[in-house]
């Protein structure tokens, strides 16, 4: 068992700056694969980046060059830095989490999870 909690949501401007975290209690040695997701309303869920437990971070195309995902695996906590900040950045963002080992721990697809934070709003005003 996983639990999600983040954190770091908020209403910021155009252009600025947030952090989330995203704490994940339960098995130390897991999760596996990490990520965020976002939801804008009327909108679909899309992913905006994932990290293995020692891997490298991929990224959606919409914030390549903004965000910047990275983990600390001995807080066991899952950061997301984003800059110029744009308002279709406008959603609540979700932290997810695999326990098992995956083949693509990618954005592009949430096949991979099995545990799902609460959310986190950030709003962007032009």
């Known amino acids: 068992q996983v639990q999600l909690v983040e954190s770091g949501g908020s209403s910021v401007q155009a252009g600025g700056s947030l952090r989330l975290s995203c704490a994940a209690s339960?098995?130390?040695?897991?999760?596996?694969?990490m990520g965020w997701f976002r939801q804008a309303p009327g909108k679909k869920r899309e992913g905006v980046a994932a990290?293995?437990?020692?891997?490298?971070?991929t990224y959606a195309d919409s914030v390549k060059g903004r965000f910047a995902l990275s983990r600390d695996n001995a807080k066991n906590t899952l950061y997301l830095q984003m800059d110029g900040l744009k308002p279709e950045d406008n959603a609540m963002y979700y932290c997810?989490?695999?326990?098992?080992?995956?083949?693509?721990?990618?954005?592009?697809?949430?096949?991979?999870?099995?545990?799902w934070g609460q959310g986190t709003q950030v709003t962007v005003s032009s």
């Open positions: 990290i293995e437990r020692y891997g490298t971070p």
């Open positions: 997810a989490a695999s326990t098992y080992s995956v083949t693509y721990c990618t954005p592009t697809t949430d096949n991979w999870v099995n545990y």
């Open positions: 339960g098995d130390p040695y897991r999760p596996f694969c």
